[in-house]
């Protein structure tokens, strides 16, 4: 009876994680896709639109890289 108990408790354990385990991972990946591609930004040099995240930001104005920066000045 006990090893029966013990057998079933480590089933639900195991259940249990990774059940409660994928949501997790599912939700913070759309929670960084959401805030990373969400806003795309146009430079002000070459008119090419990048995301936010990796556009560079100065004076107001999104530079796409260093060089269109530099440029820009
Ligand atoms: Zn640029």
């Given at each position: ?22 949501p ?13 591609s969400?806003e ?11 995301e ?6 100065s ?11 530099k440029?820009?000045?």
């Amino acid at each position: 009876m006990l090893k029966y108990l013990l057998v079933i408790g480590v089933i639900a354990f195991v259940y249990y994680f990774f059940i409660k385990k994928k949501p997790i991972q599912t939700t913070t990946r759309t929670q960084e896709t959401t805030t990373q591609s969400d806003e795309m930004v146009q430079c002000q040099t070459c008119e090419v639109y990048c995301e936010i995240s990796e556009a560079i930001l100065s004076n107001g104005k999104y530079y796409c890289s260093q060089e269109c920066l530099k440029s820009a000045k």
